[in-house]
């Protein structure tokens, strides 16, 4: 495998469908600017982040690896992070949130390892290397909060998501391409933000996805811990925004005790949050997540569950008392009662029992769907599965009998038994038919002519979740997503300055106190003179060097960069800050 980024054990256990969004991070990409502005982010986080994280940020880094002067590679981060369990694989952007959680629950970290622009230095609403990087991988250190992560992923990935959720996904990922893309049209995001906005003022009720992906941004991204009065960051979010760590900590930022009613609060990923949620321990997160996964059809399942596949338009799977899995897109239901008495699927299905596909019954055998009746037999008390060997017998349910059987909801099934499956625990779970038909009343629900009949055994639904039981069952590699991130453009000015940035960091990592750094200073102020970033690293080496006068002419120059562009001016007084700071 491509050593730049298979570097973790972790990372051989990835089922296909995940790996299709791995792309190799080529460091070489990362130009002098790119460095720059890492390295800015980084000296004022952890100057400004020792005072208000939670001291796991600081262990963290320290313990991960991750330098404050260089980008960080996945090769070395996937060698720290297996040291307490973890691994890293770089993506583009933003993927889809049950892919994200799924790659949670295999202990790997997601980062988008492209990086802000100098001109977002503050925050981006564009995953990049310094918000995965700097933000997510310092705290999953602290091992109770890397299982709340962990834990998360697997329950996270489960969640049922509407036909909504994915335009909003894309949506969003669109909307926050062209908002970090260097010289996007004002038109082009006006149209993006509109229709952000048109879908979220539509989706109708929140789905059991977006909820979850709610707890996640109150949490994982943009989470505070200790009291309401005196909290603590450690949301990835906070920790990697020089701009938002420092909001957060003032009272602009309304602070509330995190509960699950944090579920149904939305968010938006273009602005700064109006109010952020305070856990008193990591702990407190499982037991939110818990109360939270209690309500979900993973766990509830019933007519409720399947109907939420339904809606979801999406593979999906149930399962049923007996421990049959049925993965396939639900297209409808019959209930009788408040109960499913009859479920189908369109198109490809496969029967799994424990995660496992069961033989003969992959989406060769199903490619046109399943359908089944669920529930007791009508007028009895006891169900198939429950029946002995003698029950079964007296009442012809073996194999070679011709027999009619009657659900409750008036689903009757007849015709001749081939075979039967049954679970370790010796229930019969499936129920094989030849020359069979399915009828309620005057429905034909399947007919001799289609061939065998397959019949579930399940007197109820006990699980609904997203995605299939056995993920070898389906061809899942057709999620990417459909828009790409934007590269800066090249030009002649800008291939200068990045020279310019390469002289400087050149100068400094060989610690070269020969070389001319006016000559540097001089051509920024001729050719790039809305540049401030350069001269702060300029001045920061001519502090060093002792040249006092020459930093001194620097800082004047920097004093008429604020003038002319007031929105950096306080990015200069904090660089400032940092080289005083230092000496």
Known sequence: MNPNIETNPLLERLPKHLTQFIKPQDYGDYTPINQAVWRYVMRKNVNYLSKVAHHSYLDGLERTGIEIDNIPSMYGMNRILSEIGWAAVAVDGFIPPNAFMEFQAYQVLVIASDIRQLEHIEYTPAPDIIHEGAGHAPII?????????????EIGCKAISSHKDYEMYEAIRLLSILKEAEGTPEIEIEKAEKAVEELQNNMGELSEMAQIRNLHWWTVEYGL???????KIYGAGLLSSIGESAQCMTEKVKKIPYDISAAGQNFDITKLQPQ????????????ILEEFANRMALRTGGLSGIRKLIDSNALGTIELSTGLQISGVFTNVIEAEGKPVYIQTTGKTALSYREKELVSHGTTTHAEGFGSPIGKLKGFNLAIEDMSPKDLTAYKIVEGETICLEFEGNIIVKGEIITGSRNLHGEIILISFK????????????????????????KKVISAFSGPADTES??????VPSSKTIKAKESDTRNDLETLYGSVRTIRENNDTQSSLKSIFNKVKENHASDWLLPLEIAELAYLRNDISFAIEIEEYLETIKLRRPVVAHLIVGGLELIFNNL
């Open 141 to 153: 250190a602290n091992p109770e909060y890397a299982e709340y992560l962990r834990r998360f992923g």
């Open 474 to 479: 389906f061809d899942m590699i057709s999620h």
């Open 225 to 231: 811990i200790g009291t309401v009065e005196d909290p």
């Open 435 to 458: 020359n069979c038909s399915v009828t309620q009343g005057e429905t034909l629900l399947f007919e001799p002519t289609w061939g065998t009949y397959d019949m579930a055994v399940g």
């Open 276 to 287: 952020l949620y305070v856990t008193p321990t990591f702990s407190h997160l499982s037991y």
